[in-house]
């Protein structure tokens, strides 16, 4: 027989010293290989001072083990190291449990972020009639306290959704925007809508808001774009059908009413969305032993800049969605239901726009696709609304339109963005860090763009956001840098 063909034969022709020798070295080595892939995965640095095993009890000493059970025993790790798959190493990427959890997300933004970005309805309702006798800049206080508790408290909700998971955070949020929207149909005074649409929607919705796109970064990495516009794609159509029926049901049935109904609209969407969510990546013990907020993340300049980038956004943003209704009845002679078609109009164009820039930027990065979506809507609040939004009513109903669009994809691809300067297993925290910063815009940004309306009119208000966006996209450049390594390479994928 010949003795290349078969190994046995080769093993024949060995001495046994020789053999015993090569046969320990390679039980010694094998082991040594899947005794440090383990401790290094589970993280037992005690073990790998002491230089031992994992378990002692389960592995016998070296010189107590024979060839063949040395070998089981050194396979018998290799297969247990080899089953231990660092999460962050492999995303589903889609199939039916992570699309079932991108709808759990869709359903819990829809009466959460849908509110927030449609609260210029109910803040002009509530100029006209309940608080008639505060200015538009006083009213203006109350959804920006309610957007600021709703993003800045992400700074708590995202370490604790690291923790310990969406399960109870989504339940207690669920249930205290639900009590929250049905005393809302009670309130009367200034300091009624303060406390329950202020602080109970704002604390309540940061739980929801954040659960639910942090949520979803277990899911998916290569095509995180997409799966964060399809869910983000939920509070557009929040904002588009919220004031429509709030439009429908206000003359019918009247202000308490109308709020009662979209309270069992939001029932139905809080129980789809509960029942359906679901994280991916257990806790782990060294994110346990983090504090709750860690400061020391915005010493990263890339995630310093964007930081920055994402205040000036939710000042145009936000100060745009606050204030158009009120821009539209105080500095025109507009119909008195411009305010509603304009921001159900933007809404509803927003939904394209998480979900076609979302795509485009899995195949050609997700900075590059943010970039040039802030341009695209600059260039508009340039050309269509600082001219024209005063003077023409189709001027304004475009440029709703593609600011909607514009905008829409600032928030899907925001958390995208996120998600590409830290692991899945800490977006909550780094989420709800950018969020806390950029939370202080909206604080101030209503109450500003009210009084600016009144004061020296729209077409300073305009002026105003473009300078900010400019600013912005400035900050956004630079970050963009930053992810480049300190580089300016134009055609790189980021």
């Known amino acids: 027989m010949d003795a290349m063909a078969n190994p046995v034969v080769q093993l024949q022709d060995i001495s046994p010293s020789s053999r015993a020798i090569e046969g320990s070295d390679e039980m010694h080595g094998g082991l040594t290989r899947t005794l440090s892939m383990l401790t290094t995965r589970l993280k037992t640095t005690n073990d790998k001072r002491a230089g031992s095993a994992p378990n002692e009890r389960d592995i016998p000493p070296r010189e107590q083990l024979g060839n063949g059970s040395a070998r089981q025993d050194g396979a018998h790790l290799d297969e247990e190291a080899a089953a231990y798959i660092d999460p962050e190493d492999s995303f589903p990427e889609g199939g039916l449990r992570a699309w079932l959890v991108v709808t759990s997300a869709f359903f819990v933004l829809y009466p959460s972020f849908g509110l927030m970005v449609s609260i210029g309805t109910l803040q002009d309702f509530w100029h006209q009639h309940q608080l008639a006798e505060y200015t538009a800049r006083d009213v203006g206080w109350i959804p920006s306290v309610f957007v600021y508790l709703s993003l800045g408290l992400g700074i708590w909700v995202g370490p604790l959704f690291d923790r310990y ?11 205290g925007y639900l009590i929250m929207t049905f005393l809302l149909a009670e309130c009367k005074d200034f300091w009624q809508f303060m406390l329950c649409c202020g602080v109970l929607g704002g604390v309540t919705g940061a739980m929801l808001t954040t659960t639910s796109l942090a949520v979803v970064a277990h899911w998916f990495k290569v095509r995180r774009g997409l799966a964060q516009g399809i869910a983000m794609a939920g509070s557009s159509c929040g904002g ?49 032993k983090k504090a709750i907020i860690s400061l020391s993340i915005f010493g990263d300049l890339r995630f310093g800049l964007f930081t920055t980038s994402v205040f000036g956004f939710e000042v145009v943003l936000f100060g745009t969605l606050g204030i158009l209704p009120t821009y539209a009845t105080l500095s ?56 024209l939004g005063h003077t023409s009513l189709s001027a304004l109903y475009c440029f709703a339109a593609l600011f909607g669009f514009g905008t829409g994809s600032w928030m899907a691809l925001t958390p995208a963005c996120i998600g590409q300067l830290c692991r899945a297993e800490e977006f909550g925290r780094y989420y709800g860090s950018v969020y806390f910063i950029a939370s202080l815009a909206t604080l101030v940004c209503i109450p500003i763009s009210g009084e600016l309306v009144e004061v020296v009119g729209p077409q300073p208000l305009v002026a105003f956001f473009c300078v900010v966006l400019g600013l912005s996209l400035t900050s956004f450049v630079f970050s963009r840098w930053a992810c480049l390594g300190r580089r300016w390479v134009v055609k790189a994928k980021v």
């Open 332 to 387: 025109t002679n507009f119909p008195p239901n411009t305010g509603f078609y304009l921001i159900a109009i933007l809404n509803g164009v927003s939904c394209l726009g998480r979900i076609i820039p979302g795509y485009v930027a899995d195949k050609i990065g997700r900075f590059n696709s943010l970039l040039i979506m802030i341009v695209f809507t600059l260039l508009w609040m340039l050309v269509l609304w600082l001219p």
């Open 240 to 288: 588009l059908t919220i004031p429509l029926i709030l439009r429908s049901t206000l003359p019918k049935y009247g202000y308490a009413w109308s709020i009662r109904i979209l309270g069992f609209i939001f029932l139905g969407c809080f129980t789809v969305g509960n029942v359906l969510m679901k994280a991916r990546i257990p806790p782990t013990a060294e994110i346990k």
């Open 165 to 175: 998971g969406p399960r109870w955070i989504a339940l207690l949020g669920s249930i």
